[in-house]
């Protein structure tokens, strides 16, 4: 109730802004979270592609605060920054319920520390968000657009701690000055990875049916970068491969990939067989915690935009024919 | 979704736990907020007990962030903490709602830095809560219990910004080592002050008729403190004036006062006309952005636990009699 956090926790932009405007921007494009699953694929494009970036780490900055980050930004002039840092439960999200002060800190309170900083010195910037703040499909049928407001976060109490911090995150960015919010599902590639969906479907005793919207690591990173290079209008896009699957489509491909194996004698490293909960019911009983999300995406706004993924079906297929062990 | 952040936001208190097990305690009481309408009575009634006690500004050390607090928790070894530090709008709780980051952080993250602080290192600690999560009285008529689940937050999403984080403040302390909340609500006492119930009664152009429970601020200061002294269970405590009032009853007993002392000939500072908003919608229109929360709070609890504070009416008629400009 008291008052005393109240000055140090407000910042004044105005101090900053007269000694950065006239500041012409590098050409750098300034990265954090890069030694996370996906902030290592933007290092990993964007070297790829010779673009100048900085991959900087929490040893080197402490960037989860609004000063640090805002000297780093006058320091190194970014043309742009990608925000790919938060926090996801290790190995998934039940571990947020027992982190939630981490889990708060790194969804909700950190974005808008990026914007403070960002706003602060006029550097436009990319938050990779999630779309698990969503459940199922919209009553119409359609997938949830931009525009929907989250049905699965502390305001509808029904959610993950995980995905409420995250609802909470795009609040705290409502509004905020020359910034994409890119809403990512379920990555997935054909890389062999704990955190890739194909991975997890491939080694988890039992599977949930369910239907996802879900990204295509390379293709997330790809598209969301694009967004800033292409110049498309700020705001946020939903970035996953259009259209939907059902868990048990993801498994039948496995199985139609195995054959093709099979057939032409190419080793292959897929399980047989996939096991299903009957139920949500026994799923949330036997192996969950906390409820997930699933839903599903509406692309069309991303796609309008001039900037679109692959099909969702041939993009899994192709991971899988892809396959690194 | 990256998990960069993973590493740095979790920690672990075990590190510490062995440096300072066998560290007996001085016998000092640490204050955080002191500089707060709720923190510097802390501090004012400790000293004027002699109780040793410090109050830590920022500016010494960073306390809004778990190392810098865990080493002062360390090196000063205090008997107790008492965290009077949080983030209210100025002037009222509308100013929240354009703060976002700094409600959350002042009111959400801080308490959970404090208890990760605190449980690392033994320290047991009060932290000053808010009943602002509450609307209304409970379905049964009664005011709300500390087991009652708030009704006015993020999950109900029926909240202000500020009642929202004050809430999730409460999750973020849920199950923590010997910690006090105590739950304030709308303080006053006799000294004319911006902050001050009575004073906001006697300057606000037009007035709400709401019911409410209040809490003498001196009173729930020594009642707070109090509970560490006698050590009663730590948990959560709602620490009003028994009782409640309505907004026409308070105006009733300030005009009562105002005649007591024009009929002894003693000056009255208190102005003699009141107006009222017609109903809350118009004072919605007129006179807030964000809703407030008006509530009972039941105080059985710290009752029976032998602490008491005065009934409300008793309180604030003394308050206005001992009325200080």
Redesign the interface.
């Known amino acids: ?6 000055a ?3 910042r004044n932009p105005l101090t900053l802004k007269n000694t950065i405007n006239d500041c012409t921007s590098s050409n750098m494009i300034l990265i ?9 694929k933007y290092e990993q494009y964007l070297k790829g592609r010779g673009i100048p970036c900085r991959a900087v780490s ?1 040893k080197e900055v402490d960037y ?2 609004v000063e640090p980050l805002t000297e780093l930004l006058i320091s190194s002039r970014p043309e742009f920054l990608i925000n ?5 439960g ?1 190995p998934n999200v039940d571990a947020c319920e027992i ?4 889990t ?3 969804n ?3 974005p ?2 990026v ?2 900083a960002c706003e602060s010195t006029g550097t436009p910037w990319g938050h ?1 968000s ?1 779309g698990c703040i969503y459940s199922g499909r919209r009553a119409d049928g359609q997938g949830f657009s931009e525009e929907d407001t989250p049905n699965f976060s ?4 029904n959610c993950s701690f995980y995905s ?1 911090t995250k609802a ?1 995150g795009e ?2 960015l409502s509004g905020a000055k020359d910034c994409f919010i890119w809403r ?1 599902r379920i ?1 997935f590639n054909n890389e062999n990875n704990p955190r890739n969906y194909l991975t997890k479907l491939m080694t988890y005793k039992t599977l949930l049916e369910a239907e996802n919207s879900i990204s295509h690591l390379e293709e997330f990173v790809e598209s969301t970068f694009a967004c800033w290079e292409k110049r498309i209008p700020f705001g946020t896009y939903n970035v996953t491969n259009p259209g939907a699957i059902m868990t048990s489509d993801v498994v039948r491909w496995i199985q139609e990939e195995t054959a093709r194996r099979d057939k032409e004698g190419i080793p292959c490293p897929f399980p047989r067989s996939y096991a299903f909960f009957d139920d949500l019911e026994s799923f949330m009983k036997i192996a969950a915690k906390t409820p997930r999300s699933n839903c599903v995406l509406d692309t069309a706004k991303l796609t309008e935009a001039g900037i679109s993924l692959t099909p969702v079906e041939e993009a899994v297929r192709k991971a899988l024919r892809e396959w690194i062990p």
């Open positions: 109730m008291s008052t005393a956090l109240r140090p926790f407000r954090l979270g890069s030694t996370g699953y996906v902030g290592a929490r989860t605060r790919a840092a938060g926090y996801t290790k982190n939630k002060l981490a708060l800190q790194g909700a309170v950190f808008g520390v914007r403070e990779v999630s502390f305001r509808t109490n409420g909470l609040e705290i990512l990555p």
